[in-house]
């Protein structure tokens, strides 16, 4: 098994900007969500998909939106960023929502609002 | 909010078993204890979960008290690659894991040479 992957590792936007970031999940999993990580913080969930269809969300604004393509990978797209959008973002992908395996992280994408 | 509430920090001798507390007494009877771990620059990893039973696997031990309202993981021989930030999260099961994890600033164990 490959493990979850995200890209790019690093991104520095301008405030105001939009950005994309990609994660593609471990091999057999088919559900897939995002977590936002602040410095010196725990991460906090954004949303997660199921069926290419997002079937739960934490507490953000809709500018943060996402996407699941057939193959399980995802997309976070994040509109007229912020500068506290900066943090270090998470894809997590798991079985039947990760409570019986638990979820399997990616090593994230900093992203730096400027 | 998380649920839990855990020692900001910890040490611990390489080596020797370390026990990392959390206290999660509003549990209810349907939501697990799970443990999750991040290395530094890494994403958290899963340890391992239980719901009233103690659990062991290759990594860690947890074992909950009978009133479910605390538990404490185990790694049994800690060595420095241990060092990390330990998570410990209540969830209940249903719709499929939609809620999310909610984390909250966990334990920062280090282990000391």
């Known amino acids: 098994e490959t493990g979850v992957t995200q890209s790019p590792t690093h991104l520095i936007k301008t405030r105001g900007q939009q950005v994309t970031l990609r994660c593609s999940s471990q091999?057999?999993?088919?559900?897939v969500s995002w977590y936002q990580q602040a410095l010196g913080q725990g991460p906090q969930f954004i949303f997660q998909y199921y069926r290419e269809e997002e079937n739960g969300r934490g507490n953000f604004p809709p500018r943060f939106s996402g996407l699941q393509f057939p193959n399980y990978s995802s997309e976070l797209n994040v509109n007229a960023l912020e500068l506290d959008d900066s943090a270090l973002y998470l894809c997590?992908?798991?079985?039947?929502?990760?409570?019986?395996?638990?979820?399997?992280f990616g090593s994230g994408t900093r992203l730096t609002v400027v | 909010d998380a649920k839990t509430t855990q020692p900001p920090s910890m040490d611990c001798a390489e080596g020797r078993a370390a026990n990392l507390p959390c206290n999660h007494s509003t549990i209810s009877g349907n939501e697990y204890v799970y443990w999750y771990r991040q290395i530094h620059s890494q994403g958290p990893q899963y340890i391992i979960h239980g719901l009233k039973n103690n659990e062991t696997n290759e990594m860690a031990s947890l074992i909950i008290t009978e009133d479910r309202k605390s538990s404490t993981l185990i790694l049994p021989h800690a060595t420095l690659r241990d060092t990390a930030v330990y998570y410990c999260?209540?969830?209940?099961?249903?719709?499929?894991?939609?809620?999310?994890?909610?984390f909250g600033k966990g334990t920062h164990l280090i282990i000391q040479p």
């Open positions: 999260i209540v969830r209940a099961p249903e719709r499929g894991g939609a809620d999310g994890l909610t």
């Open positions: 091999s057999g999993h088919n559900t």
């Open positions: 997590a992908s798991s079985l039947l929502g990760g409570q019986l395996y638990g979820y399997t």
